[in-house]
């Protein structure tokens, strides 16, 4: 009988068993190559999960986030040792820049963005902790990256996702560059995303890279390069 | 009734003469006082002057020792960071592992810094307020002590894939927290008011949750000598009620302000006290009228149910809320019992 190999990983994944998740992936390249796992087992299931993540399904926590994460680095990690051998590396999406906000020293859910996002092939710049607005759109426009992520997880810091707003418009690159925010206060609160000048925000971790894509899309639209798709 | 008796009616499921209420007014009584933040979380006499002028100015029914957690994190070694307005937080962790942090030297609670702040402001309100106003002592379950030292990242990894790991570092932990724990009471606490976000399912997997850390809850609560009231901590705790009831020496629950007062009591049934659920952090964008609502929302949803005190759920209430916000709490409640502000 044909394994239903996108339940188990998702079974896996949603039991934080990093270990069965990667047999499962394991199973699945024998005979594929495996730089075909993103597009046809990972991304799909990862997909689910965020959207069982986003509606608080139960069984879904933080923990079993943390190992989708994980389970995302770990197929990366492959990917780059087999590079070489590989019939085709997987076509970028672009750069984008990450960062937690001025003051907020809480990384692990913009660690988690950014394993997903660097899974669905973005060129992730991540700048860690406490970084000022200037340095997030410093290093958008070193870059050319098209979206910066700014992650705070309580009212009190994410009130600094203003300053990145106002350091873009300062530098006349609004339209241009899209501003995500994510964190937990914005999804108990998400009028904050406007409020603070935030472009959009995701209901997971897991989902970010549709967000960026539309925000990059988005951008695209704003100068006029919206038919010169990058991927 | 003085607070401690209406305290001890709602424990007791005895009439009051108006509902009990609790602000969670930790860095607000700098605001009362004007002292300095540095003052503040430093000096215990300056601490305990804001929560006396908390008291004066807005009559809660109970106390707080500083609502400080990353001070905890600190007697670890861990960095804190300063910020204008807010209380510090944790700005660079003492470890990166739970190995590194199993090597570090446990506080000691009757001679480190950090920690004699905390127990002395215990000491003064208690003294000032001994037969009058519970005092409680903020804590945190020992689990949920190696996110302030090493970070969640560090500790999630090791409670997800290396679970000796874990339970050799709860094993090391649980004797300091219930050394903190008891020194808090022998210093006047009435009780301590307790988070415990590692065990609860919005944060960590049922299996681990169950194989580590509400055994290990359940071991250090039952070690202390006095009543606990469990706080969600920022995490929904209505779902996971079933799981956390019958903790030893747990009297009562602080739910989240998003959820339902009554239904906390149908997932508790008869006993422990129910606590919440005003916005204590969003108080700051509401206007009196909307917080009155918010009150009355909040004694709809109880009922008639005596085992309820009305409290702030969530973080510390802002700095810049308006007192006007504060003020509207203590006159609901004083409206709904029929009693003068």
């Known amino acids: 009988m044909d394994r239903n190999y996108p339940q188990e990983l998702l079974k896996a994944i949603e039991q934080a068993d990093r270990a069965r998740a990667a047999a499962v992936i394991d199973a699945w390249a024998i005979g594929r190559p495996f730089d075909r796992v993103v597009p046809e087992l990972l991304s799909p299931v990862l997909e689910t999960f965020g959207k069982n993540w986003a509606v608080g399904l139960g069984g879904v926590s933080l923990a079993t986030g943390y190992v989708a994460s994980k389970v995302a680095e770990d197929v990366l990690a492959r990917l780059l040792l087999e590079s070489d051998t590989a019939s085709g590396a997987q076509p970028s999406r672009g750069p984008v820049v990450l960062g937690n906000v001025e003051d907020d020293f809480h990384p692990l859910g913009r660690k988690m963005v950014a394993a997903f996002l660097r899974a669905d092939g973005w060129i992730v710049h991540d700048l860690g902790v406490d970084v000022s607005a200037e340095q997030f759109v410093d290093k958008a426009v070193e870059t050319g990256a098209r979206a910066i992520g700014a992650s705070a997880m309580m009212f009190t810091t994410a009130k600094n996702v203003a300053k990145i707003r106002s350091e873009i418009?300062?530098?006349?690159?609004?339209?241009?560059?899209?501003?995500?925010?994510?964190?937990?206060?914005?999804?108990?609160?998400?009028?904050?995303?406007?409020?603070?000048?935030?472009?959009?925000?995701?209901?997971?971790?897991?989902e970010a890279s549709p967000l960026f894509e539309s925000l990059v899309q988005r951008s695209r639209v704003f100068d006029g390069t919206a038919g010169a798709a990058s991927r | 009734m003085n607070s401690l008796e209406r305290i001890l009616a709602a424990l007791q499921n005895q009439p009051a003469d108006r509902p009990a209420f609790l602000l969670n007014a930790s860095l607000y009584g700098a605001r009362l006082t004007g002292a300095s933040l540095e003052d503040h979380y430093n000096q215990a006499a300056v601490y305990a002057e804001g929560q006396m002028a908390i008291?004066?100015?807005?009559?809660?029914?109970?106390?707080?020792?500083?609502?400080?957690?990353?001070?905890?994190?600190?007697?670890?070694?861990?960095?804190?960071?300063?910020?204008p307005r807010q209380a510090p937080n944790v700005a660079g962790f003492a470890a990166s592992t739970a190995e590194e942090m199993l090597q570090l030297p446990l506080p000691d609670v009757d001679g480190h810094p950090r920690l004699l702040y905390l127990r002395e402001t215990i000491r003064i309100l208690a003294k000032t307020y001994a037969g009058q106003v519970p005092i409680f002592g903020a804590l945190v379950s020992p689990a949920d002590l190696p996110p302030l030292v090493i970070g969640l990242e560090a500790w999630l990894d090791a409670l997800l894939f290396r679970p000796a790991v874990a339970q050799a570092l709860l094993d090391r932990l649980t004797p300091f927290f219930v050394a903190l724990g008891k020194a808090m009471f022998s210093d006047g606490a009435t009780?301590?008011?307790?988070?415990?976000?590692?065990?609860?399912?919005?944060?960590?997997?049922?299996?681990?949750?169950?194989?580590?850390?509400?055994?290990?809850?359940?071991?250090?609560?039952?070690?202390?000598?006095?009543?606990?009231?469990?706080?969600?901590?920022?995490?929904?705790?209505?779902?996971?009620?079933?799981?956390?009831?019958?903790?030893?020496?747990?009297?009562?629950?602080?739910?989240?302000?998003?959820?339902?007062?009554?239904?906390?009591?149908?997932?508790?049934?008869?006993?422990?006290?129910?606590?919440?659920?005003?916005?204590?952090?969003?108080?700051?964008?509401?206007?009196?009228?909307?917080?009155?609502?918010?009150?009355?929302?909040?004694?709809?949803?109880?009922?008639?149910?005596?085992?309820?005190?009305?409290?702030?759920?969530?973080?510390?209430?802002?700095?810049?809320?308006?007192?006007?916000?504060?003020?509207a709490i203590t006159e609901a409640v004083c409206r709904t019992g029929g009693v003068e502000t």
């Open chain 1, 169 to 206: 418009d300062r530098r006349g690159l609004n339209g241009r560059l899209q501003l995500a925010v994510g964190g937990a206060v914005f999804k108990l609160r998400p009028e904050l995303v406007a409020e603070f000048g935030g472009d959009g925000t995701a209901a997971s971790a897991v």
């Open chain 2, 191 to 327: 009780g301590l008011a307790l988070t415990a976000n590692l065990a609860n399912g919005f944060i960590i997997t049922e299996a681990v949750a169950d194989s580590l850390l509400l055994p290990n809850l359940r071991t250090a609560l039952a070690e202390l000598p006095g009543p606990v009231v469990f706080h969600h901590g920022g995490c929904p705790l209505v779902d996971q009620l079933a799981r956390f009831q019958d903790l030893p020496n747990v009297v009562a629950y602080v739910i989240d302000a998003h959820e339902d007062l009554g239904a906390a009591r149908r997932a508790l049934g008869p006993g422990p006290v129910v606590m919440g659920n005003l916005d204590g952090a969003g108080l700051v964008h509401l206007r009196p009228e909307e917080v009155d609502h918010l009150c009355e929302r909040a004694f709809a949803q109880r009922g008639a149910d005596r085992q309820f005190i009305l409290a702030t759920s969530g973080a510390d209430i802002q700095f810049d809320t308006p007192p006007e916000c504060l003020a």
């Open chain 2, 55 to 83: 008291r004066e100015t807005f009559s809660p029914d109970l106390l707080l020792s500083p609502f400080f957690i990353p001070a905890l994190g600190e007697a670890f070694g861990s960095r804190l960071g300063t910020r």
